[in-house]
């Protein structure tokens, strides 16, 4: 079974529900922890989990043939990322870091001139402890998309799915496609959000696209003691859902935050109870 734990904005504390939730869960049951925020992983940084290196990710990319080119413009013209900027009369220059690997520029070139390369856009990492299995992504700094890297990591994990009990995800913040990536194939997503105006605003986002993924979500409210709950419970009631857990703003919890090391609270319990009873 496939977990999500999510969130419209960063900060409110996914990771650490997710680590925390995992060690809980591992005490009793086969769990995959899959770190897909992987613009920034700190799944490992949390769990003092030192990682090995499993594969790099790769993506095609063009590569120019400056004795075919004719100038005309017509990659720079087909190109949606903005990758190739085209100057009259002048060859065309590729920004690399902006390319998407669509492909559409090779397709477009009339006389062949731009044939395939490839480059690093990521790795993927793997590690053990706390009897947790962690599958890590991590994208190369600069590059745009995080979503192919998702996708690979995803796909690195499917392999061994079958020996656990419960996959954890913990995406990334937002509703782009690198979270839609992740998402995808859930059975539950599990929406940590906080007591204020953004995380209402942002907790709305996210359980909007779990509804178009037509996948059940629930709602987790973290710093449950700090702000106003009546923001959080009305996007709860339009959505029709519920939360399943409160964790409070307090000292032991900042303290287990700020050694590094995995929160441990009722609350924490709480969902791991309410994960256990659905398998
Ligand atoms: S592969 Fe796609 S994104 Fe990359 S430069 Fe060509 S058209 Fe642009
Ligand atoms: S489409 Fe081909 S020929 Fe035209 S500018 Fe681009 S590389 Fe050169």
């Not at 090995?52 to 005309?72: D, M, R, T, V």
């Not at 992504?137 to 600069?142: A, C, D, L, R, S």
């Amino acid at each position: 079974m496939r977990i999500a734990i999510t969130g419209g904005k960063g900060g409110t504390g996914k990771s650490t529900v997710a680590t925390a939730l995992a060690v809980e869960l591992a005490k009793k049951k086969k769990i995959l922890l899959i770190d897909a925020d992987v613009d920034c992983p700190n799944d490992h940084i949390i769990l003092s989990i030192k990682r090995k290196k499993e594969q790099a990710i790769y993506q095609s990319i063009p590569k120019f043939n400056h004795k075919k080119c004719i100038k005309c413009g017509k990659c720079a013209q087909v190109c949606r990322a903005n990758a190739i900027l085209s100057i009259k009369e002048k060859y065309p220059i590729f920004v690399s870091d902006l390319c998407i690997g669509c492909n559409a520029c090779s397709i477009i070139c009339p006389v062949g001139a731009i044939s395939r390369t490839k480059k690093q856009i990521g790795t993927i990492y793997s590690g053990k402890g706390h009897d947790i299995n962690l599958v890590t992504g991590e994208m190369v700094i600069g590059y745009e998309e995080a979503s192919p890297i998702v996708n690979a990591e995803k796909n690195f994990a499917s392999k061994k799915e079958q020996d656990y009990d419960f996959i954890i995800i913990d995406t990334g913040a937002g509703t782009h496609c690198n979270v839609i990536a992740a998402l995808l194939g859930c059975d539950l997503a599990l929406a940590v959000t906080e007591p204020t105006p953004l995380g209402a605003y942002d907790l709305e986002l996210i359980l909007e696209l779990t509804k178009m993924l037509k996948i059940p979500a629930k709602v987790i409210l973290n710093r449950s003691n700090v702000g106003d709950k009546n923001l959080i419970k009305k996007i709860v009631k339009k959505y029709k859902t519920k939360i399943i857990a409160e964790i409070p703003y307090k000292k032991e919890i900042l303290e287990a935050f700020s050694r590094g090391k995995p929160i441990e609270d009722e609350s924490i319990n709480k969902i791991a109870n309410f994960i256990e009873k659905l398998k």
